[in-house]
T-cell receptor, first 113, second 111 residues
Framework: NAGVTQTPKFQVLKTGQSMTLQCAQD?????MSWYRQDPGMGLRLIHY???????DQGEVPNGYNVSRSTTEDFPLRLLSAAPSQTSVYFC????????????FGSGTRLTVV | KNEVEQSPQNLTAQEGEFITINCSYS?????LHWLQQHPGGGIVSLFM???GKKKHGRLIATINIQEKHSSLHITASHPRDSAVYIC?????????????FGEGTQLTVNP
């Protein structure tokens, strides 16, 4: 099925561990972005990309890295997990042109202990 | 003050009622989005608009660029409409890949 696929759905990490959250889309969308959702804070932009090879920081980029080597994939790397990174993470994509809205992945619930 | 403010934060309605959720923003925008987050956590895009009005089924979204205000209306509400509705904007000079979000409106529709 066409859409945005995020893996894993759930993850528990120990403080200091690193990991990669995967995001893939098969709709040939130029724009991709990562958000985190915390109670009382709403959704906040971590990193975004407007095309392969182009990434930029959002509101809360510290502690996260991204790369966009292909149009399809936009992985989010946690370099050294901290309890403050406990959150639900969403990946989203949309076409670069036109009035089509975003397609969101189903989310990754991450707990850092 | 947040760039995107939604009201109300919580809304309880009886099935069949007409519902309005409001969104005000403080920056120039190129587009405004309405999203729906289901109780299970999934997020669905309802509308993307930059002017005027859009309608999809029982949902209507309007935007007034001069007043920096948008509304989401639900006609003949149903318990399955219970969800969090989120307003988000792309700033006029920002990349089209950047969204700034309101905190959401929790809607509960009782049978």
């Amino acid at each position: 099925n066409a859409g945005v696929t995020q893996t894993p759905k759930f993850q528990v990490l120990k403080t200091g561990q690193s990991m990669t959250l995967q995001c893939a889309q098969d709709m040939n969308h130029e724009y991709m972005s990562w958000y985190r959702q915390d109670p009382g804070m709403g959704l906040r932009l971590i990193h975004y990309s407007v095309g392969a090879g182009i990434t930029d920081q959002g509101e809360v980029p510290n502690g996260y890295n991204v790369s966009r080597s292909t149009t399809e994939d936009f992985p989010l790397r946690l370099l050294s997990a901290a309890p403050s990174q406990t959150s639900v993470y969403f990946c989203a994509s949309r076409p670069g042109q036109g009035a089509r809205g975003y397609t969101f992945g189903s989310g990754t619930r991450l707990t850092v202990v | 003050k947040n760039e995107v403010e939604q009201s109300p934060q919580n809304l309880t309605a009886q099935e069949g009622e007409f519902i309005t959720i409001n969104c005000s923003y403080s920056v120039g925008i190129s587009a405004l989005h309405w999203l729906q987050q289901h109780p299970g956590g999934g997020i669905v895009s309802l509308f993307m608009l930059s002017s005027g009005k859009k309608k999809h089924g029982r949902l209507i979204a309007t935007i007034n660029i001069q007043e920096k205000h948008s509304s989401l209306h639900i006609t003949a509400s149903h318990p399955r409409d219970s969800a969090v509705y989120i307003c988000a904007v792309t700033g006029r000079w920002a990349s089209g890949s950047r969204l700034t979000f309101g905190e959401g409106t929790q809607l509960t529709v009782n049978p």
